[in-house]
């Protein structure tokens, strides 16, 4: 039953809060800081393995300084007293004349706000990594300003502790009565309010755990205590005002197309309630829960990110989920996980990370795009396993694979399947690194928003005022934070990712320093500091060989024993280290070829975990075709011949040059090309015999994608079949699998018995063809 209107209006009329014995923020803020808290309060800090703070691990030379120092000198010249400009318009406070909003998004429309949070949050990410006071006295200027206009707003608000951009009724008025949606009408319409009072909060509460700023904790706490009051009595001032906000409001507001998206909003509240220990806020948190449709689907692991009219569940959910939207949100439901226990929202976590990788990944490590018969939204998650009917010239939104990364991260402190790591792995190096261009610019942060995959596509950089640009600062101010984790008796060290990196393990008494040049290097050198029992798990990238040389460990220069290191593994090296000790890691980067998962011809380069574009538009707006398995020897290498080495970190295939997607340039790419193989060919000999596909009821789409069937009858060619074994250790192994294959090929009735004895016996006969 609601509550009376009369009560409640009562209790906002006073600005007082119906929980008698909470406490203000500032007497919480110093109660927090008195206690001995644990270095990190963040995602992870109970869990079985939990991260190192920034603070602990300082990054060398290579690729993630060098786009960290580009990201840090925007920060550091940009004028951060634009960002209080609205919030001071909001609170009835003066502005120095002249000063500009930042724009683009941060001009007064109804987003406005967001930004100063994600810049709070680089700023304190800034200072925390080399120790710069220059971003520590931007930072703690910004949270004395905010905290003063937080300070104005007393007495005027609905409920006390408000802080924004923008005045609270935009952010009261996406729930009841009047449950506002997405437009332009700074009146009537709002856009993702819990969204922006999320970015705020989360940027202070980094403020906090990075640089000790008490005065962030109070200014979040109050907004805590705000958003409490906000989401269970409401808009108690609002003439039709129903009474308090039930579940049924909730689930109607979260499930509202951009007018509900709220980040990841649960995520700060739950580490609120961690911090205080007030319960409270870990209601404020689950209030969050997107019960209506999306949360219950990914607890029973139901598919529903994209619907038709007639499977559609809820009120307002459009049938294509808007994919930014909804990844932070399962972030948040892992911390509600971590600080309560409840299983359901680490499983709903889980599977909802499933549903998109692999099955809506595209090469970099992006989702999200338009595809035949959908609406014309980018932005939105694709059907699932519809990859190569989805690459489209924009889609692949930047902050939705930042926002994954997190994801992929944070389900690793709680179940260590490496297969987390090689997709963070695959998202920095590609998207994240590409993210940001190679220019020392202070006028704008040089991001971008899309990723696109078409043939011939460029990336626009720039993006002040935008979600990508946001996320974008934080991206390039923290690459350090995932290179090691620890378990949480502190008996063993995670190696997850290989880059020029000191880590100081204090409380262990260890310093391990890292030394690479990745990714021109594809050795690394680990040293010990410190001495003690000391397990170290060493990650196998799941792109490594699977030969033994794919992955080779020397510790101080002899073979490290145990098990033959396995792609897609952690190898551990269990010992009782002295100072001095060292770690030698080879994994040489091999050229690696992956298919799109709903049709196998659409294809990708890779060196090691390096997408590698074609430069250009060699198929003038179509995908640019390449036949490559003539080439190919015994070892199954591509480099040999078919995609071999041009210059530093380049390469060449059929006249066309190949470069890493991080190179942060506007140039026209293509990252995708199409594989034409007409014949069976072993080297230069032809057999004649046609290179026919098996039927994988490929594409096979829970959605239809117009003009095309599902299931449909595309699949593995015979040399695909022939070749995914490779390599072969000697050429008897090589017929043997044609042998095989050819004899299936046979069965399903794609090669008659003539063909089957003619492609077996040219391989046989093409032993001085393959060899190496």
Same mark, same amino acid.
């Given at each position: 039953?609601?509550?009376?209107?009369?009560?409640?209006?009562?209790?906002?009329?006073?600005? $007082? $809060?119906?929980?008698?014995?909470?406490?203000?923020?500032?007497?919480?803020?110093?109660?927090?800081?008195?206690?001995?808290?644990?270095?990190?309060?963040?995602?992870?800090?109970?869990?079985?393995?939990?991260?190192?703070? %920034?603070?602990?691990?300082?990054?060398?030379?290579?690729?993630?300084?060098?786009?960290?120092?580009?990201?840090?000198?925007?920060?550091?010249?940009?004028?951060?007293?634009?960002?209080?400009?609205?919030?001071?318009?909001?609170?009835?406070?003066?502005?120095?004349?002249?000063?500009?909003?930042?724009?683009?998004?941060?001009?007064?429309? %109804?987003?406005?706000?967001?930004?100063?949070?994600?810049?709070?949050?680089?700023?304190?990410?800034?200072?925390? @990594?080399?120790?710069?006071? +220059? =971003?520590?006295?931007?930072?703690?200027?910004?949270?004395?300003?905010?905290?003063?206009?937080?300070?104005?707003?007393?007495?005027?608000?609905?409920?006390?502790?408000?802080?924004?951009?923008?005045?609270?009724?935009?952010?009261? #008025?996406?729930?009841?009565?009047? =449950?506002?949606?997405?437009?332009?009408?700074?009146?009537?319409?709002?856009?993702?309010?819990?969204?922006?009072?999320?970015?705020?909060? #989360?940027?202070?509460?980094?403020?906090?755990?990075?640089?000790?700023?008490?005065?962030?904790?109070?200014?979040?706490?109050?907004?805590?205590?705000?958003?409490?009051?906000?989401?269970?009595?409401?808009?108690?001032?609002?003439?039709?005002?129903?009474?308090?906000?039930?579940?049924?409001?909730?689930?109607?507001?979260?499930?509202?197309?951009?007018?509900?998206?709220?980040?990841?909003?649960?995520?700060? =509240?739950?580490?609120?309630?961690?911090?205080?220990?007030?319960?409270?806020?870990?209601?404020?948190?689950?209030?969050?829960?997107?019960?209506?449709? &999306? =949360?219950?689907?990914?607890?029973?692991?139901?598919?529903?990110?994209?619907?038709?009219?007639?499977?559609?569940?809820?009120?307002?959910?459009?049938?294509?989920?808007?994919?930014?939207?909804?990844?932070?949100?399962?972030?948040?439901?892992?911390?509600?996980?971590?600080?309560?226990?409840?299983?359901?929202?680490?499983?709903?976590?889980?599977?909802?990370?499933?549903?998109?990788?692999?099955?809506?990944?595209?090469?970099?490590?992006?989702?999200?795009?338009?595809?035949?018969?959908?609406?014309?939204?980018?932005?939105?998650?694709?059907?699932? @396993?519809?990859?190569?009917?989805?690459?489209?010239?924009?889609?692949?939104?930047?902050?939705?694979?930042?926002?994954?990364?997190?994801?992929?991260?944070? &389900?690793?402190?709680?179940?260590?399947?490496?297969?987390?790591?090689?997709? !963070?792995?695959?998202? &920095?190096?590609?998207?994240?690194?590409?993210?940001?261009?190679?220019?020392?610019?202070?006028? @704008?942060?040089?991001?971008?928003?899309?990723?696109?995959?078409?043939?011939?596509?460029?990336?626009? !950089?720039?993006?002040?005022?935008?979600?990508?640009?946001?996320?974008?600062?934080?991206?390039?101010?923290?690459?350090?934070?995932?290179?090691?984790?620890?378990?949480?008796?502190?008996?063993?060290?995670?190696?997850?990712?290989?880059?020029?990196?000191?880590?100081?393990?204090?409380?262990?008494?260890?310093?391990?320093?890292?030394?690479?040049?990745?990714?021109?290097?594809?050795?690394?050198?680990?040293?010990?500091?410190?001495?003690?029992? %000391?397990?170290?798990?060493?990650?196998?990238?799941?792109? +490594?060989?699977?030969?033994?040389?794919?992955?080779?460990?020397?510790?101080?220069?002899?073979?490290?024993?145990?098990?033959?290191?396995?792609?897609?593994? !952690?190898?551990?090296?269990?010992?009782?280290?002295?100072?001095?000790?060292?770690?030698?890691?080879?994994?040489?980067?091999?050229?690696?070829?992956?298919?799109?998962?709903?049709?196998?011809?659409?294809?990708?380069?890779?060196?090691?975990?390096?997408?590698?574009?074609?430069?250009?538009?060699?198929?003038?707006?179509?995908?640019?075709?390449?036949?490559?398995?003539?080439? %190919?020897?015994?070892?199954?290498?591509?480099?040999?011949?078919?995609?071999?080495?041009?210059?530093?970190?380049?390469?060449?295939?059929?006249? &066309?040059?190949?470069?890493?997607?991080?190179?942060?340039?506007?140039?026209?790419?293509?990252?995708?090309?199409? #594989? +034409?193989?007409?014949?069976?060919?072993?080297?230069?000999?032809?057999?004649?015999?046609?290179?026919?596909?098996?039927?994988?009821?490929?594409?096979?789409?829970?959605?239809?994608?117009?003009?095309?069937?599902?299931?449909?009858?595309?699949?593995?060619?015979?040399?695909?079949?022939?070749?995914?074994?490779?390599?072969?250790?000697?050429?008897?192994?090589?017929?043997?699998?044609?042998?095989?294959?050819?004899?299936?090929?046979? $069965?399903?009735?794609?090669? $008659?018995?003539?063909?089957?004895?003619?492609?077996?016996?040219?391989?046989?006969?093409?032993?001085?063809?393959?060899?190496?």
């Amino acid at each position: 039953m609601r509550a009376s209107a009369v009560g409640m209006a009562s209790v906002a009329a006073t600005g $007082s $809060s119906p929980v008698a014995s909470a406490e203000t923020p500032r007497a919480a803020a110093a109660r927090v800081l008195g206690q001995n808290l644990p270095p990190d309060v963040g995602a992870g800090s109970t869990a079985p393995i939990r991260p190192f703070t %920034l603070n602990q691990v300082a990054l060398g030379p290579g690729l993630f300084q060098q786009k960290r120092d580009l990201m840090k000198n925007f920060i550091r010249h940009y004028d951060h007293r634009r960002f209080l400009v609205l919030f001071n318009n909001t609170a009835g406070r003066p502005n120095p004349p002249g000063l500009a909003v930042p724009g683009g998004w941060e001009d007064g429309g %109804l987003l406005s706000g967001h930004w100063a949070g994600h810049y709070l949050t680089a700023l304190a990410q800034s200072h925390v @990594d080399q120790d710069e006071q +220059v =971003f520590k006295d931007k930072l703690d200027w910004m949270v004395g300003e905010l905290g003063e206009c937080q300070d104005a707003l007393m007495g005027k608000t609905v409920h006390p502790g408000y802080l924004g951009a923008l005045p609270e009724d935009v952010v009261l #008025r996406a729930g009841p009565p009047r =449950f506002a949606q997405y437009g332009g009408d700074l009146s009537t319409n709002t856009w993702a309010p819990w969204y922006t009072q999320h970015k705020i909060m #989360r940027g202070l509460l980094d403020a906090f755990a990075l640089t000790g700023s008490q005065r962030a904790l109070e200014i979040a706490l109050g907004m805590a205590d705000w958003a409490h009051l906000a989401l269970t009595l409401g808009d108690v001032r609002h003439p039709d005002y129903p009474g308090s906000v039930t579940r049924d409001d909730l689930n109607l507001m979260w499930d509202t197309y951009i007018a509900g998206e709220y980040g990841g909003a649960n995520e700060v =509240f739950a580490e609120i309630c961690t911090l205080t220990g007030d319960d409270r806020h870990l209601q404020t948190a689950k209030c969050f829960d997107n019960r209506e449709s &999306l =949360f219950g689907a990914c607890v029973d692991n139901r598919d529903i990110l994209v619907t038709t009219d007639a499977t559609r569940p809820g009120r307002r959910r459009p049938n294509r989920l808007h994919a930014n939207t909804h990844v932070p949100n399962f972030v948040g439901y892992l911390r509600i996980f971590e600080r309560t226990g409840e299983e359901e929202y680490r499983v709903a976590a889980k599977n909802f990370f499933g549903m998109v990788v692999p099955h809506r990944m595209f090469a970099h490590g992006g989702t999200s795009g338009n595809y035949p018969g959908s609406n014309d939204n980018p932005e939105m998650f694709q059907n699932r @396993d519809n990859v190569a009917n989805a690459i489209g010239s924009t889609g692949a939104e930047s902050c939705t694979t930042y926002n994954l990364l997190k994801l992929a991260r944070n &389900l690793f402190f709680f179940d260590p399947d490496p297969a987390y790591l090689d997709y !963070y792995e695959r998202g &920095l190096v590609n998207m994240i690194a590409g993210q940001r261009a190679d220019t020392d610019t202070v006028e @704008d942060p040089q991001l971008v928003y899309f990723q696109p995959l078409t043939p011939g596509s460029s990336r626009d !950089y720039g993006n002040t005022g935008t979600c990508c640009g946001g996320t974008g600062m934080e991206n390039h101010t923290k690459y350090q934070e995932t290179i090691y984790f620890r378990s949480a008796d502190g008996s063993t060290l995670w190696v997850n990712l290989y880059a020029a990196s000191t880590l100081t393990w204090a409380d262990r008494g260890f310093t391990v320093t890292q030394r690479t040049d990745f990714p021109r290097d594809h050795r690394t050198t680990l040293t010990v500091h410190g001495s003690g029992p %000391l397990d170290i798990k060493l990650r196998v990238p799941g792109w +490594v060989s699977d030969t033994p040389r794919g992955f080779v460990v020397l510790v101080n220069g002899r073979p490290a024993a145990g098990s033959p290191a396995r792609p897609g593994s !952690y190898l551990t090296l269990s010992r009782t280290w002295s100072p001095g000790d060292t770690i030698e890691v080879s994994m040489p980067f091999a050229i690696r070829i992956e298919r799109a998962i709903d049709r196998p011809d659409t294809q990708s380069i890779f060196w090691g975990p390096l997408l590698m574009p074609i430069l250009g538009d060699p198929g003038a707006g179509s995908f640019r075709e390449l036949t490559l398995y003539r080439y %190919l020897k015994l070892d199954g290498d591509y480099s040999t011949a078919a995609i071999t080495p041009s210059g530093d970190q380049t390469f060449t295939t059929a006249g &066309l040059t190949l470069r890493p997607h991080y190179v942060g340039d506007a140039q026209p790419q293509s990252p995708y090309f199409r #594989r +034409v193989e007409p014949d069976v060919v072993f080297g230069t000999i032809n057999t004649g015999v046609p290179n026919r596909k098996r039927d994988d009821n490929l594409p096979n789409y829970d959605v239809p994608v117009q003009g095309v069937d599902s299931p449909g009858d595309d699949g593995l060619t015979f040399l695909d079949v022939v070749w995914d074994a490779a390599p072969f250790a000697s050429h008897g192994d090589f017929v043997r699998r044609v042998k095989q294959t050819a004899d299936d090929w046979v $069965s399903a009735g794609l090669f $008659s018995g003539v063909e089957r004895d003619t492609v077996i016996r040219y391989a046989a006969e093409a032993e001085r063809e393959l060899r190496p």
